[in-house]
């Protein structure tokens, strides 16, 4: 049993970890293409943005919880102001859409892998107190 039990904990933490790591690379690839767009490449506010060295968060946090909330913000703060830009070109534009469609598949499965990461966990935490 203790040896399932550190089985299943460590299946559960890779599951996590690459869900996270997934996410992560596909904000990399949107920031790519963002900063690739011939009029948003150009954008002082966003050359700042992404060249802030500083810390961003004001409360002690973990670094996992770091890298999420920054992340989010991230992901926040680019779709407002992408959505409220409109490409006359209709490549970008459709771009956008994209990437738009695929954010929010992104944020479903990352959705339903924290449900089944809590899912198993509890499990776990059953089979703990059983075994």
Same mark, same amino acid.
């Given at each position: 049993?203790?040896?399932? #039990? &550190? @089985?299943?904990?460590? $299946? =559960? *933490?890779? $599951?996590?970890?690459?869900?996270? *790591? @997934? !996410?992560?690379? /596909?904000?990399?690839?949107? +920031? ?10 150009? %954008? ?5 943005? +992404? $060249?802030?060295?500083? %810390? ?5 946090? !973990?670094?996992? &919880? @770091?890298?999420?909330?920054? #992340? ?5 703060? /680019? %779709?407002?102001? +992408? ?5 006359? %070109? ?8 994209? =990437?738009?469609?695929? +954010?929010?598949? =992104?944020? &479903?499965? *990352?959705?339903?892998? $924290? ?5 198993? &966990?509890?499990?776990?935490?059953? /089979?703990?107190?059983?075994?």
């Amino acid at each position: 049993p203790k040896e399932e #039990l &550190d @089985k299943l904990k460590s $299946e =559960i *933490q890779s $599951e996590y970890l690459a869900a996270f *790591q @997934k !996410t992560v690379a /596909m904000h990399e690839v949107f +920031l790519i293409r963002l900063t690739s767009h011939p009029v948003l490449r150009e %954008d002082q506010n966003l050359q700042v943005f +992404l $060249e802030y060295d500083q %810390d961003l968060s004001y409360k002690t946090k !973990t670094k996992k &919880d @770091k890298a999420l909330g920054w #992340l989010t913000g991230v992901a926040k703060s /680019m %779709d407002s102001s +992408l959505q409220k830009h409109v490409d006359e %070109d209709e490549f970008f534009e459709g771009q956008k859409s994209f =990437i738009f469609h695929y +954010l929010r598949m =992104i944020k &479903d499965a *990352q959705s339903a892998s $924290e449900c089944k990461v809590k899912s198993r &966990d509890s499990l776990v935490t059953c /089979m703990g107190k059983v075994g």
